[in-house]
């Protein structure tokens, strides 16, 4: 997306942020590719640990499921071992406001995403999200979440290297996702 685009989608949802949350949208689906490196100084994780986690984040944030692809590579200890860094590559679809008169737009709502351990709001969100998550979780924010649809409501997501204690994921986020995708569950 150029950058006039990715600015005039920033106002939009500043400007709309009054809006109901489930107010219909047209939407168009976005191709997007990005290498991700990690290395935690709290968490290791072995290279399907953290593919799997990713792959979770990267659903629940409204990414579509088809043609969803998380690679790990260069897993030193092999793919069940925890290491002290593990790469990723993802490619994957995400939603972003249509421009007037564009082909194969797909009717889309906002909705809210809340990553707090201590509380699952909603059913569908990542039950394995954990204190140990917050570096990640910081560098899902800082290098994936600017590829899709969304208004930060609130960042409260602190980490401390090498302790556990207050490094508590703390993210809820307004995202685009298909308007067809099912209601959570009561």
Known sequence: MNRELCLAVSA????GSTAPVHAA??????QNELTLGYQGFTTSYSCEGLKDKMESLLIYFGARKDGLKVSAYGCAGGPYRAVPAVNLKLKFETLMPAEAGADDT???????????????????APQHITRGDCEVIERFVAKVLPLFSHETLQNL??????????TIPN?????LVPQDEPAPPA
Not at 108 to 122: C, G, N, S, T
Not at 171 to 175: A, G, I, P, Q, S
Request: proline share 5%.
């Open 106 to 124: 797909v009717a889309a709502k906002w909705v809210e995403r809340d990553l707090f351990p201590r509380k699952k709001i909603q059913q569908e």
């Open 157 to 166: 997501t602190r980490c401390v290297p090498n302790r556990l204690d207050g």
């Open 12 to 15: 939009a949802l500043l400007i």
């Open 25 to 30: 949208v047209d939407a168009v689906w976005q």
């Open 171 to 175: 993210l809820r986020e307004k995202v």
